[in-house]
């Protein structure tokens, strides 16, 4: 009876071994679709365009971005998640949607619901204020906090996001806090901010550019390294007692059953469509950087930030939904 239980789990571990090659061997089938579980007018969202564009000259078929925003990139990534496994649907996204929503609200996944793919982008992010503000440098910014602790409205683009994280590092280096006003993304948030609806944010450097070349928004900090775009711009760093780099990495995951092959397939056409002349060309003039990556390097960011929020919901300093 054992050796014929061995021989059918062997016969149906080759069946299946078969099948999945099979489907890799016919990948991609159909247009494949990037699901961006944030608003339009992100930097999640322009990247993510300028790389659908890209991986789909090196991978055979269009493929197509489809926002869905919601829930600190909750309602997206469950999509992926329970869709297809055979790559025609994957996540374009920051990590953090995995090491740290689950934290914050109530889903229905957890850190390793998805299969990490590759790394794709590294964007800088920034602290940003109206040009009308009476706020103009970032000492003034925390006096102002620390004389009124909870009274300053500050944007960030949702629940969990790298913005998020951003904004709690600063109370946490800087001994203040902030009233912390969540969005569905950067797009909407900064259409507030530029009406007087908040009075700063947390952002990408890529959404907030425009606006700072323009003179609409005044940025007084860098969240990592200082900035050759800015150079007069401090780094938040300049504060705390140790440095720290809070920037947006975005990637893809896809659902955790999807095939290796069919995985290998999609990491070889980004790794060529990460080294398209236009792609990198248009990243740069965007305010975002080329971050080749592969699987192993996904994971390391993901235990990294899931760390983190777990000592922050330890400590108190957040609390979840």
């Given amino acids: 009876m054992h050796r014929r239980t061995l021989l059918r789990a062997s016969a149906l571990a080759a069946a299946t071994s078969a099948a999945g090659l099979a489907r890799a061997q016919n990948y991609p089938s159909r247009p494949i679709t990037l699901i961006v579980p944030y608003a339009a007018g992100g930097n999640a969202?322009?990247?993510?365009?300028?790389?659908?564009?890209?991986?789909?000259?090196?991978?055979?078929?269009?493929?197509?971005?489809?926002?869905?925003?919601?829930?600190?990139?909750?309602i997206g990534a469950m999509q992926v998640i329970g869709s297809r496994p055979d790559g025609h649907t994957l996540l374009f996204s920051a990590t953090s949607v995995f090491s740290v929503t689950p934290h914050l609200v109530k889903v229905g996944y957890g850190l390793h619901s998805a299969r990490p793919v590759c790394l794709v982008s590294k964007t800088p992010m920034v602290l940003v204020v109206r040009k009308s503000s009476k706020y103009k440098?970032?000492?003034?910014?925390?006096?102002?906090?620390?004389?009124?602790?909870?009274?300053?409205?500050?944007?960030?683009?949702?629940?969990?996001?790298?913005?998020?994280?951003?904004?709690?590092?600063?109370?946490?280096?800087?001994?203040?806090?902030?009233?912390?006003?969540?969005?569905?993304?950067?797009?909407?948030?900064?259409?507030?901010?530029?009406a007087g609806q908040i009075e700063l944010a947390a952002d990408q450097y890529s959404t907030s550019r425009?606006?700072?070349?323009?003179?609409?928004?005044?940025?007084?900090?860098?969240?990592?390294?200082?900035?050759?775009?800015?150079?007069?711009?401090?780094?938040?760093?300049?504060?705390?007692?140790?440095?720290?780099?809070?920037?947006?990495?975005?990637?893809?995951?896809?659902?955790?059953?999807?095939?290796?092959?069919?995985?290998?397939t999609v990491q070889k056409a980004a790794a060529k469509a990460l080294e398209d002349a236009g792609f990198v060309a248009s990243m740069a003039k965007l305010g975002a950087a080329v971050q080749p990556g592969q699987a192993a390097d996904y994971e390391r960011l993901l235990q990294g930030e899931n760390e983190f929020i777990r000592q922050m919901v330890a400590a108190g300093r957040i609390r979840p939904e």
Avoid: C, W
Avoid at 47 to 67: E, K, S, Y
Avoid at 138 to 151: C, F, N, R
Avoid at 210 to 229: K, N, T
């Fill in 210 to 264: 425009p606006y700072i070349e323009s003179g609409d928004l005044l940025p007084l900090a860098v969240f990592g390294q200082r900035m050759a775009a800015l150079p007069d711009v401090p780094s938040i760093s300049s504060i705390g007692k140790e440095p720290y780099d809070v920037s947006t990495f975005l990637g893809l995951a896809a659902p955790l059953a999807t095939p290796d092959a069919v995985v290998a």
């Fill in 137 to 194: 440098t970032l000492a003034d910014l925390l006096q102002g906090a620390k004389a009124s602790p909870g009274g300053i409205p500050m944007g960030y683009g949702g629940l969990g996001t790298p913005n998020h994280l951003a904004m709690l590092m600063l109370e946490g280096i800087a001994g203040v806090q902030f009233n912390g006003v969540p969005y569905k993304g950067s797009g909407p948030m900064l259409q507030d901010m530029l």
């Fill in 45 to 74: 969202d322009f990247v993510a365009r300028l790389f659908a564009d890209a991986l789909g000259r090196n991978i055979g078929q269009a493929v197509v971005v489809d926002n869905k925003a919601g829930g600190g990139g909750a």
